[in-house]
């Protein structure tokens, strides 16, 4: 084991980043839960104006992402992690002079926007200062502190708003961006990576499988937090919500406690056995009759989840140039964000056409097909594919090329 000083110096250069997405997840988690009480209380909405006004930034994000990865990589990950602190800066300030739904909902894509922007450059400047053998443990670790940021936000303009009033929650969301700002700007700026510049598409080819498995995986997040509660009410079983809470407990510590496996033991067959562990999970939950069961159910699931991102994560970073990790991080993160719009209407659909466990048997499939595309195996059979295919390609040219004067094939040597 490393000494502590040794472990302090290699996490010293990340520190500004870990800061940056920290504080401007904090206010993002702050207006999250206080904004259906301002919807209703202040603005006389209705119960659909509160799901219009935190979608909002949850869409805005989704569209960001991929834009922002890809500005990034072109001018720089610190000069756009320092425009999404700023504007996450100027939405707690725009918070102040929304005075109607939808100048609110203009407000939470702003936010968005600097959330997903953020979140992305900060993400894939990480990448850059990490060495390769240690991406995994510093990526799950930036998860950590976004997942901390929104938890103690959520806490903190709680707080504030019973106290003060919805005045402090904005000026906690402005300071809450000041200061990523400020933790981003006390970072030296990196150099551009080699062929920055180069153009691309909005969705590099690394991210569609890793991203398609990651996206099934959110499914099952989205169902647990949406119906957990009302499917062990269903049973008689109060304080289900209790669930989600063991799964935030497992989700952090195990990132926290041996978050280097995907570095040490390969992010593919890590993904493989993370969501494996989560369709185990849904299943508990399923058959959960009684608030314990259910509450481990919730643990394996957070087990099974925590270790999958990062670990898709460093697929995709490892097959994507340097030049590309910023579009390709942003458009693979999009996937979760996807995931988890989908995963709870899905969840309601399958409720009222069958019952609340079926929602976790449907979820647990769809965490297995995540597992299938995420499986080293099958990554093999598509690689030999890809080779044989191009070899039948290779051997065919000269084949199918038409013939030369003396029976030459144009371009031959003579």
Not at 131 to 139: I, K, L, M, Q, S
Not at 294 to 316: E, K, N, Q, R, T
């Amino acid at each position: 084991m490393a000494p502590a000083g040794q472990t302090l110096r290699f996490y010293r250069p990340f520190m500004p980043m870990f800061g940056g997405i920290f504080c401007c997840l904090l206010g993002v988690g702050a207006s999250l839960a206080t904004l259906p009480f301002f919807v209703l209380q202040q603005l006389r909405g209705s119960k659909v104006d509160v799901g219009v006004v935190i979608a909002a930034i949850s869409v805005a994000a989704v569209v960001t992402r991929p834009v922002a990865g890809r500005l990034a990589d072109r001018h720089g990950y610190k000069l756009l992690m320092l425009c999404g602190a700023a504007t996450c800066t100027l939405a707690g300030a725009g918070y102040y002079v929304a005075g109607s739904v939808p100048a609110l909902v203009a407000v939470r894509i702003v936010h968005g926007v600097g959330e997903g922007t953020v979140y992305t450059a900060g993400a894939a400047w990480l990448v850059g200062l990490c060495p390769p053998e240690r991406r995994g443990r510093v990526v799950g670790l930036y998860g950590i502190y976004m997942w901390l940021g929104i938890t103690l936000g959520a806490l903190f303009g709680t707080v504030a708003m019973r106290l003060v009033g919805f005045s402090a929650v904005w000026g906690l969301c402005v300071a809450a961006g000041a200061a990523g700002l400020g933790s981003v700007a006390a970072k030296k700026r990196p150099p551009r990576p080699e062929g920055a510049a180069a153009r691309g598409g909005i969705l590099p080819a690394s991210t569609v499988i890793p991203g398609i498995a990651l996206s099934l995986a959110a499914l099952g997040y989205a169902a647990l937090a949406a119906f957990v509660a009302l499917h062990m009410l269903a049973r008689g079983v109060a304080d289900g919500i209790a669930a989600f809470n063991a799964f935030g407990f497992t989700y952090v510590g195990v990132r926290l406690f041996i978050g280097n496996v995907p570095d040490r033991l390969g992010p593919r067959q890590v993904a493989f056995w993370s969501a494996l562990v989560e369709a185990a999970g849904l299943i508990i939950v399923a058959l959960a009759g009684n608030l314990p069961t259910v509450i481990i159910g919730g643990l394996v699931m957070g087990a099974g989840l925590s270790l999958l991102f990062p670990s898709l994560a460093l697929v995709v970073i490892n097959r994507t140039g340097k030049a590309r990790q910023g579009a390709a991080l942003g458009a693979f993160t999009s996937f979760w964000d996807i995931g988890i719009a989908v995963g709870a209407p899905v969840a309601g659909l399958i409720a009222s056409v069958s019952n609340y466990t079926a929602i976790y048997y449907v979820m647990a499939a769809c965490a297995v097909a995540s597992a299938a595309l995420s499986s080293p195996a099958a990554v093999r059979r598509g690689a030999i594919g890809r080779r044989r295919a191009q070899k039948i390609a290779a051997d065919a040219r000269p084949a199918a090329a038409p013939a030369g004067p003396r029976g030459e094939a144009p371009g031959s040597p003579r």
